[in-house]
């Protein structure tokens, strides 16, 4: 069966990086775009981007763009979601999921907590 | 980018009640429409693709309609485990967004 498996929680400070990690199974990683969405504490859902596991495609909400980098790792089904100079704001819960006419399958997912 | 709107952003109902849940998008998205269900403390959980059609494993209380800018998901029953927070989404062009959700509580 399709399963996303997340890395763990992570504290970070402001200013550092952070790299959240989603293990696919159960399909053919290549075949299927992995979108990235967070949410904020007690607030909606937001979308981040997207990448193309078979290539190096990628696509990114404006707001993020030069902070975030997506990228993928075929010998281990692994994607990866990188964001960068973390500000109190980044601070979610960060959501993987496998597109497959929307977004099918989900990860458990992965609070980042940016704090001093 | 697309907005999609939706309404109302709560609801209070009670068990049994049929309930409707709309989104509006900003322009047209054929039917490039998900909805998904989410539980405090969960990941969400996908409901409904392509607008209309159920994921595998969703019960058919559940359903979806529309095309273009206005879509609903319908509950047809109320049942205790469907009181949640339900979002939209649309797919038809990046970013993918989402409605800002309905919380549906128990009256």
């Known amino acids: 069966q399709v399963q996303l498996v997340q890395s763990g929680a992570e504290v970070r400070e402001p200013g550092a990086s952070v790299r959240v990690s989603c293990k696919a199974s159960?399909?053919?990683?290549?075949?299927?775009?992995i979108h990235w969405v967070r949410q904020a504490p007690g607030q909606g859902l937001e979308w981040m981007g997207v990448v193309n596991p078979g290539s190096h495609y990628t696509h990114y909400v404006e707001k993020l763009q030069g902070r975030v980098a997506m990228s993928r790792d075929t010998s281990t089904t692994t994607v990866h979601m990188e964001l960068n100079s973390l500000r109190s704001e980044d601070t979610a819960v960060y959501y993987c999921?496998?597109?497959?006419?929307?977004?099918?399958?989900w990860g458990q997912g992965t609070l980042v907590t940016v704090s001093s | 980018d697309i907005q999609m709107t939706q309404s109302p952003s709560s609801l209070s109902a009670s068990v049994g009640d049929r309930v409707t849940i709309t989104c509006r998008a900003s322009q047209g998205i054929s039917n490039y429409l998900a909805w998904f269900q989410q539980k405090p403390g969960k990941a969400p959980k996908s409901l409904i693709y392509a607008a209309s059609n159920l994921q595998s494993g969703v019960p058919s209380k559940f359903s979806g309609s529309g095309s273009g800018t206005d879509f609903t998901l319908t509950i047809s029953s109320l049942q205790p485990e469907d009181f949640a927070t339900y979002y939209c989404q649309q797919y038809k062009s990046y970013p993918h967004t989402f409605g800002g959700g309905t919380k549906v509580e128990i009256k």
């Open positions: 159960g399909y053919t990683f290549t075949s299927y775009y």
């Open positions: 999921g496998r597109e497959n006419d929307g977004i099918t399958n």
